[in-house]
Every structure is written in structure tokens, then in C-alpha cells.
């Protein structure tokens, strides 16, 4: 899987991609939809399948102050792309360029002369351009003039209703990790580097691997029953907070990963902590005898649930 930008050259073997085109920000069912047609459309046409992402995200640059909402980083989506069939990820670099590049520029600079792509799939949803002056419709009809034939993918229905990204935040928000994995096929899961804290966790027998929250969206405060995939490759049960630790001062934003029967250091490491049920919110403890108290029973209880 190679990762290309925008404004640089394309690999001359990548030239007449069947390109993918979204945000794809979670990668849900919707979203591997669009990327299956390209890939069958590649796979048929015998050429390469590129799937382009946007970073930052439009809306941060529009919005700068928006809370973070991302379900995904870069290197997650670029694993997630590369388990779909996809011979390379494109990020378009949003910024004040992009943001005034109109649809028709878009199509006849980017698409046909910069990338030579020789068709693209979108959702049916998909805005483009200045303005978002830029659709389904117009892409196909701009797109023939180049040479590019487009199409769109319509939306994928669960329990009726549409998925889309803002469907699983707000599961994820009101701590229903389990209608997000439907929605995305596997756990809303944060990846980051393990850094060090204050060693609390380890001084009530429970050593944890502190990871900061970055860009995510902040999912419902609580303690979670959790898989921790680590840069090894090995996976184990645990248990997390993901909160502010209320019990503490001062307060601080963190997940915290309690992984289970390991034994090893993990600071520096990249991990990716996936949540898989949600145990309960986060509470405030009198005294630290109750809070180790109810991090046993946590933990118990994560290890029920995964039995």
C-alpha cells in the first residue's frame, strides 16, 4: 500500500487508477461499499484502485474550533484501505488552496491531469468544489469531457435507516459502543503512543498504558471492556477509563488501558485500544480502598463479557 499526496507526482503504474473518493472518516459499511465497486471496477478493468481521503477534515478547516469528531487517523484508515483490496491511499491536503479550487478545476486539474484517473466512485452525498459547488451529477458529466467515467454508490441501509459517521458518534457519544461496531464492522477503537503518567494506576495494582486522545471524538466518559492490539501484532482483553478521572486532581482527559495477564513495558509503544462494552460512566470515590473495590469488579465483569 503506498501513500501518495495530492500535490506531488503520481507513480506512473498508478496513472489510469479507478479511483475511490470520499472522506471515509471511520470507514464504515457505506463507505466499504463504495470502495468495493472500485476495487471490482479495477479488478475488471485490470487497473490499479486508489482511495483518496481528505485531511485535515473540510469541516475543521471551515471550523476550526469544532470539538475533535474524528473515528479514525490517517494510518488506520490507510490499514483499513489496504484489507479492502486498494493498491494505494490518496490524501488531498485541505487547506485554503483546496478550499478554493472550484468543481470544475477540481475535476479537469486534479482528477484527470494530476491523478490521470480514468473513472471514480463516490457516495451519492458526495460535494466537492468551491463552495461545494461540486456533485454526483456534475462529476459524471464533467468527468466524461476528461475522459473519466464516474458513478455513484447508493447509501447502505441497517434497521432501515442510512450509516453514516454522524450516526456512529452519536452511538459512541451515548455510550453504545455496540451499534458503532455494527455500523463500522468492527470496534470504534484509539490508536496512539503510550506515554507516562502518574503511576497511580500501577500503585493500586493495576498498571495501565495512558494513551492521549488527540483529534478522536470523546465517546461517552466511563470504563470500557476493551481489546488492546499492540505493534507486535498480539491482542489482549482489558479493561479502560476513558474520562477525566474524576477522582483525581487536577483533572485530566486520558484513556487508560488495564491490559489483562501481561507483563511488560510498554512506554513508547504504539497500541490501539478498541471498545467493546460499556461498563459503567466514571464516578468520584471517597477514598482509594473503594475505587480499587470497583476496579476489581470492573475488571471482573470485562472478563465475564469477553468469556
Same mark, same amino acid.
Given at each position: ?9 503520481? +507513480?506512473?503504474a498508478?496513472?489510469?487508477a479507478?479511483i475511490a473518493?470520499?472522506?471515509?472518516? &471511520?470507514?464504515?459499511?457505506? %463507505? ?6 472500485? =476495487?471490482q471496477? *479495477? @479488478?475488471h478493468?485490470? /487497473?490499479? #484502485?486508489i482511495?483518496?481521503?481528505f ?11 469544532? +470539538? ?8 488506520? /484508515?490507510?490499514?483499513?484501505?489496504? $484489507?479492502? &483490496? ?12 483546496? @478550499?478554493?479550487?472550484?468543481a470544475?478545476d477540481? !475535476? ?6 494530476q491523478? &490521470?484517473a480514468? *473513472?471514480? #466512485? ?11 459547488g ?5 462529476? /459524471?458529466?464533467?468527468?466524461?469531457? $476528461? ?5 455513484? =454508490? ?5 434497521? *432501515? ?17 455496540g451499534?458503532?461496531t455494527?455500523?463500522?464492522?468492527r470496534?470504534?477503537?484509539?490508536e496512539?503512543v503510550?506515554? %507516562?503518567g502518574?503511576k497511580?494506576?500501577r ?15 470523546? +465517546? ?5 471492556? #476493551?481489546? #488492546? ?5 498480539s491482542? %489482549?482483553?482489558g479493561?479502560?477509563?476513558? *474520562? !477525566? ?7 485530566q482527559?486520558?484513556?487508560? @488501558?488495564?491490559?489483562?495477564d501481561?507483563? &511488560?513495558?510498554?512506554?513508547? /509503544? ?5 471498545? %467493546? $462494552?460499556?461498563?459503567? +460512566? ?7 480502598e473503594?475505587?480499587k ?15
Amino acid at each position: 500500500m503506498q501513500r501518495l499526496n495530492h500535490d506531488q507526482p503520481i +507513480p506512473e503504474a498508478l496513472r489510469g487508477a479507478v479511483i475511490a473518493l470520499g472522506n471515509f472518516d &471511520g470507514f464504515h459499511l457505506g %463507505h466499504q461499499a463504495v470502495v468495493g465497486r472500485a =476495487v471490482q471496477r *479495477g @479488478a475488471h478493468e485490470r /487497473r490499479p #484502485v486508489i482511495v483518496a481521503t481528505f485531511d485535515p477534515h473540510p469541516v475543521r478547516h471551515f471550523k476550526p474550533d469544532t +470539538p475533535p469528531f474524528r473515528l479514525t487517523t490517517l494510518d488506520q /484508515r490507510e490499514r483499513l484501505f489496504a $484489507h479492502a &483490496g486498494a493498491d494505494a491511499m490518496l490524501v488531498f491536503r485541505f487547506g485554503n488552496e483546496l @478550499a478554493s479550487t472550484t468543481a470544475e478545476d477540481f !475535476i479537469a486539474k486534479l482528477l484527470a491531469r494530476q491523478l &490521470g484517473a480514468s *473513472g471514480v #466512485v463516490t457516495g451519492e452525498d458526495f460535494t466537492f468544489g468551491k463552495g461545494r459547488g461540486g456533485n454526483t451529477e456534475v462529476l /459524471r458529466k464533467l468527468g466524461a469531457e $476528461h475522459g473519466i467515467q464516474a458513478e455513484a =454508490v447508493a447509501p447502505v441501509l441497517l434497521d *432501515g435507516e442510512k450509516i453514516s459517521s454522524g450516526r456512529i458518534r452519536e452511538a459512541l457519544k451515548a455510550g453504545d459502543p455496540g451499534t458503532a461496531t455494527r455500523l463500522l464492522t468492527r470496534p470504534f477503537a484509539i490508536e496512539g503512543v503510550v506515554v %507516562h503518567g502518574d503511576k497511580r494506576g500501577r500503585a493500586l495494582g493495576w498498571p495501565t498504558a495512558n494513551v492521549e486522545l488527540g483529534n478522536y471524538l470523546r +465517546p461517552a466518559y466511563g470504563i470500557y471492556a #476493551v481489546r #488492546v492490539t499492540l505493534d507486535d501484532g498480539s491482542e %489482549h482483553e482489558g479493561v479502560a477509563s476513558l *474520562g !477525566i478521572r474524576p477522582t483525581f486532581d487536577p483533572p485530566q482527559e486520558l484513556l487508560e @488501558a488495564v491490559l489483562f495477564d501481561f507483563d &511488560g513495558d510498554l512506554y513508547g /509503544r504504539t497500541i490501539e485500544v478498541a471498545l %467493546h $462494552h460499556y461498563l459503567r +460512566p466514571e464516578d468520584r470515590f471517597d477514598s482509594i480502598e473503594a475505587l480499587k473495590a470497583q476496579m476489581d469488579a470492573d475488571a471482573a465483569k470485562a472478563r465475564e463479557l469477553f468469556a
